[in-house]
T-cell receptor, first 111, second 117 residues
């Protein structure tokens, strides 16, 4: 079955700097890759996603890149703000089925 | 639009007791997911329904967990009997996916925090 690894497990950046979180997946059939932000005690919230027919997607300060050959995808956050501090999860899925989540990255944005 | 609703929000039970969780997905969402999130870990998919049929329950511990989605709307997840290691947040999510629509975006409910003592 699918296995998703995520690195780093913790990340601290200064406000205004960029943050990058990387995930690798094992099943080449996976074709949908969402990223979720989860604040303490709250539900996961979808922040961006990418499908396997696209290499990059941007939404304001957030971007996701996908390398199907290497089976990895990355989340890029630019101009980080304290409110970006949270746990971020990547996931992989095959047509919206068999979702497998990574273990999470705790991002701290230091003022 | 109203989000995914779950109840109860918190539950404390003793081991070997039974417990049930309820989920009401976003109106019109064909697909419903139940996840278990243990503290410090990512959500783990337990079961996925499309309308009232099971799409995937490969990670559901069927000796103690059961779930149903009668009429293709609300769903209940039951644990009987509970073990200490079942302590976790149980998240319900829904998506439009189904009927040919490739809308995989999941929207999560607030979760039920279960503590087994």
């Amino acid at each position: 079955g699918e296995n998703v690894e995520q690195h780093p497990s913790t990340l601290s950046v200064q406000e205004g700097d960029s943050a990058v979180i990387k995930c690798t997946y094992s099943d080449s059939a996976s074709n949908y890759f969402p990223w979720y932000k989860q604040e303490l005690g709250k539900r996961p919230q979808l922040i961006i996603d990418i499908r396997s027919n696209v290499g990059e997607k941007k939404d304001q300060r957030i971007a996701v890149t996908l390398n199907k050959t290497a089976k990895h995808f990355s989340l890029h956050i630019t101009e980080t703000q304290p409110e970006d501090s949270a746990v971020y999860f990547c996931a992989a899925s095959y047509y919206g089925q068999n979702f497998v989540f990574g273990p999470g990255t705790r991002l701290s944005v230091l003022p | 639009e109203a989000g995914v609703a779950q109840s109860p929000r918190y539950k404390i039970i003793e081991k070997r007791q039974s417990v049930a969780f309820w989920c009401n997905p976003i109106s019109g969402h064909a697909t419903l997911y139940w996840y278990q999130q243990i503290l410090g870990q990512g959500p783990k998919l337990l079961i996925q329904f499309q309308n009232n049929g099971v799409v995937d329950d490969s990670q559901l511990p069927k000796d103690r967990f059961s779930a149903e989605r009668l009429k293709g709307v609300d769903s209940t997840l039951k644990i009987q009997p509970a073990k200490l290691e079942d302590s976790a947040v149980y998240l319900c999510a829904s998506s439009l996916e189904g009927g040919g629509a490739q809308r995989h975006e999941q929207y999560f409910g607030p979760g039920t925090r279960l503590t087994v003592t």
